[in-house]
């Protein structure tokens, strides 16, 4: 297989100069921060180069070792939805699949899917000349006060989008981010006109730090990737480490009944087409999500 000769290879013409996987670190003083070799970065982007893969985004210049976590879903109850969002009488309740129901009222409409995720929608909500961003954050904690949630993200962006302020929330352990983990908002003065949720509602330390790999070893399984994979990635904009909450894209796992687990860390590798986690333990593939 092509990978398995292109690792073979890198790993004895890295052996014969006395480099082990592709990269050089040299120890911080603290055992957890390592930092990669500015040279083998490029013999990395340039064996990419040959597969016609382009690095575009900064290659991280440091490593830290982490430990695993473990992560719990917040778990939306349909009748507890109910009865926050919807008046006796002025609601509609439709079955869409075995993972997904849909409670619809006269302008609200809700989705939850397998209990874990929820899209909400409000027609009523017009979009606003002016924003004020302090009653959007209002209105946001309002919304999350009916979900029996806080506003207690980690980070906050936000952006104007026609007639609404976008927000994203995340969550990160430890000042590290956890991919999996969103709240996205369009919201305005009026209120939450659209909403995204998949959050967690514990977090542990699940093990002490171990040793991760270099984020030039993850980059290493692209031309893999792009084997399995039409239409190939053919540029690398970005590569970050954090935290991913997966079963291995592999995995004949029915995710729909995880609800807590082991978030490991990874390599996240986000290419024009699409967004790639590679555990930065093992070099296991723990999520791949198509790029919209």
Not at 46 to 54: F, M, P, R, S
Not at 146 to 163: C, P, W
Request: charged letters at 30%.
């Amino acid at each position: 297989m092509d990978w398995a000769k292109a690792k073979t290879i890198l790993i004895i013409v890295f052996t014969a100069v006395n480099i082990y996987l592709g990269y050089i670190i040299f120890e911080a003083g603290t055992g957890g921060i390592s930092y990669v070799d500015n040279e083998k970065a490029k013999q990395i982007t340039d064996y990419l180069a040959e597969k016609d893969i382009t690095v575009t985004g900064n290659i991280p210049r440091k490593k830290t070792d982490m430990p695993p976590i473990i992560v719990k879903y917040k778990l939306f109850n349909k009748e507890d939805i109910k009865g926050s969002f919807f008046s006796e009488g002025n609601m509609t309740e439709e079955l869409i699949s075995k993972d997904i129901v849909k409670l619809k009222g006269k302008n609200v409409e809700i989705s939850i899917k397998n209990n874990r995720e929820l899209y909400y929608l409000d027609s009523g909500i017009r979009p606003a000349e002016t924003i004020d961003e302090k009653a959007c954050r209002k209105n946001i904690g309002q919304f999350l006060n009916r979900l029996n949630m806080t506003d207690d993200a980690d980070a906050i962006v936000s952006e104007d989008v026609e007639g609404f302020k976008k927000f994203i929330y995340s969550q990160s352990f430890k000042g590290t981010v956890i991919y999996n983990s969103v709240m996205e908002f369009y919201v305005n003065d009026s209120g939450v006109q659209r909403a995204r949720i998949i959050w967690f509602d514990t977090m542990r330390q699940a093990g002490k730090k171990t040793e991760v790999i270099s984020p030039l070893i993850a980059l290493l399984y692209l031309p893999e990737h792009n084997k399995n994979n039409m239409p190939q990635s053919k540029e690398v904009q970005e590569i970050r480490q954090g935290y991913y909450f997966g079963t291995g894209a592999g995995d004949q796992v029915d995710v729909s009944e995880v609800v807590e687990g082991t978030a490991f860390p990874v390599w996240r590798i986000k290419t024009e087409k699409d967004i790639i986690y590679i555990n930065a333990y093992n070099e296991k593939v723990e999520g791949i999500e198509k790029r919209q």
